[in-house]
């Protein structure tokens, strides 16, 4: 069993907030911003904000420009990062490109890479096995092509490259939901570290910026919960001390449906307008977080003193209904 033991013991802690500019913060984008500048603060360490806009298609350097002036408005300062630090441009990610490629050439040289020529169609067909939340595992398809195959194949379309994984349980202790283990053969499968179209994937994207940025603490939502094994493999693979990691439990609609940028969930523009001023909001937040007893006006900087982790719920989070009406 692989259970990383090296998680960073640095006195320093530091952790980072890292939201994807494809749309504007919604209630949910705040929440998580909010405890992770709380976790960060309350261990006495500094929090860095970094712009996972891996997608050109779905983020704009103008929509990353709201989001950092929004949680400015919300009080949220940032030790450093983009829109901070001097060299502001590397905590873009795509400004990192060649980052990525270096470290996606040492896996390349360690043969656990291969092209992948599979189709979303096939990758959804009947014969692939999915997970009860809808992931789905890789089969394997284009693991063992023979050189011939690859090449015919590459005429007919560009390959994402997925990375082979082995059949080897991965646990760790999550802050906040406990003690956790995957077999990522049954949970993942290999999985996508370069897109088709030469976007490099999220988990290789992340688990690099973390390492050499220098993260110690994430704290992010429950539902990327299941990509810690694929990040904590890619560390050991490439030789990194992984952070220790805390998820929190997500906002959700009456429905159970989590908010989401794409259904324009309470974005920050409704909230602004409604509230006047960002200290309803943070109480409101702090209110659903367990920290206070009624959602009353409070800072950041204030809820700070009082934050207590251990007072966050473990199961998602409802809204209100009301509040979906303003």
Known sequence: MFSPTNFSAAKLTVGRFAPTPSGFLHLGNIFCSL??????????????LRIEDLDPQRCTRAKADALAHDLSWLGLFWDEGAYVSDNSERYFQSQRSTIYQKYFALLQQQKLIYPCFCSRAELHAAEAPHLS??????AGTCRDLSPQEREDKAKLRAPAYRLQVENLPISFTDGHYGWQCYNLIHESGDFIVRRSDGVFAYQLAVTIDDALMGITQVVRGSDLLSSTPMQLYIYKLLNFTPPSF??????????????????????????????????????????????????????AADLLTIFDASKIPVKNIVVPQELFTI
């Open 35 to 48: 405890l992770a500048w709380l976790y960060a603060k309350n261990a006495g360490g500094k929090i860095i």
């Open 133 to 138: 939340d809808g992931r789905i595992v890789y």
């Open 246 to 299: 805390c998820h929190i439990p997500l906002l959700t609609a009456p429905d159970g449906r989590r908010l989401a940028k794409r259904d324009k969930d309470l974005e920050i523009s409704v909230l602004r307008r409604h509230f006047g001023s960002p200290e309803p909001i943070i109480g409101f937040l702090a209110y659903m977080a367990g920290q206070i007893p009624k959602p009353e006006p409070i800072t």
